[in-house]
């Protein structure tokens, strides 16, 4: 397998057209990365592209990592694994795993071994000693942390960043952190780059986006909001489903209410409140994740 295996076409660009923008003179555009490749997408690929990479350079023949039971990133790592003809092992928290749940049916699919790990052990994931015993099990094994965030995810994030159109400012969904950092990373110097908190209390994160990009601690061109996460992380409330199912109808835009649904619905209130001056080209990162509506509706958590 050689290194341009790792290489999809680039994502396109899509203009949103709305009264409000045309009010407040702003550009929007999305940069449709749910589009890169059509089971591996979005920022789950940026990040994992260069994981895999070191892989290779590391003379690993397999891969470890870790996920809850719905997550895009155990849906990516899968559908990798199946694509690359990598063997991989996932460790997903549990005890108890629901073999109906769509992803865990999609990752048995694509030959992922999964191993289930009590709330207790999963919380060791990213212990130093716990990691160097994982290591001595799997000795073949390379080590993706859960959501795939690290230096190396960042070197995926930049290549989005340099493929994004000329633009003062760029938002992304913030998880882990690892998305918001290699933007950050690539952006240009004058563009502003803003996360919006998937999750309660996520002021952590900053710290954590400083510890992989190091240069963040001295630019002030970036920022964390915190207060738009609806309820925290996997929650959302019926107005925030709504204004996604609006934004598929009227724009054509698909999302989900976990990660890209809060991004665009702090979004429109931010475009509402008038914190973009005139004249703003604005950039909002699709980062994929729609394999989530599955597990959602699942568990009877959203109604089309």
Not at 37 to 58: C, D, E, F, T, V
Not at 114 to 125: F, G, M, N, P
Not at 284 to 289: F, K, L, M, Q, S
């Amino acid at each position: 397998m050689s290194y341009t295996q790792f290489n999809f076409p680039e994502s396109p660009i899509q203009i949103i057209c709305h009264p409000m923008l045309v009010e407040k003179q702003l550009t929007l555009q999305v940069k449709r990365d749910d589009l890169l490749h059509p089971h591996i997408s979005g920022n789950k690929w940026r990040k994992l592209k260069y994981n895999l990479i070191a892989m290779q350079q590391q003379k690993k023949s397999a891969l470890v990592t870790f996920s809850g039971p719905f997550s895009n990133h155990l849906y990516a790592v899968s559908m990798a694994c199946k694509l690359f003809g990598i063997e991989g092992h996932v460790i997903v928290r549990g005890p108890q795993l629901d073999e109906n749940n769509p992803t865990i049916r999609m990752a048995r699919a694509c030959g992922v071994k999964i191993h289930t790990v009590d709330r207790a052990t999963y919380r060791l994931r990213n212990q130093p000693d716990y990691l160097t015993d994982l290591q001595n099990t799997y000795p073949h094994c390379y080590i993706i942390p859960e959501g795939g965030s690290n230096l190396a995810a960042v070197q995926g994030v930049k290549e989005l960043a340099l493929s994004l159109p000329q633009s003062d400012y760029v938002l992304c969904a913030t998880g882990s952190g690892g998305t918001l950092a290699g933007l950050i990373a690539g952006c240009e110097k004058h563009t502003n780059v803003i996360g919006i908190a998937v999750l309660k209390q996520a002021q952590y994160l900053e710290q954590d986006i400083i510890k992989l990009v190091p240069q963040a601690q001295q630019h002030t061109n970036w920022q964390l909001l915190c207060d738009y996460h609806n309820g925290g992380y996997g929650k959302f409330s019926a107005e925030l489903w709504q204004f996604c199912k609006a934004m598929k109808t009227t724009h054509q835009l698909p999302l989900e209410p976990i990660y890209t649904g809060k991004l665009f619905f702090a979004l429109w209130q931010l475009i509402a409140q008038d914190f973009f001056p005139k004249g703003s080209r604005i950039t909002a990162i699709h980062t994929g994740g729609l394999q989530g509506l599955d597990g959602l509706r699942y568990r009877k958590l959203i109604l089309d």
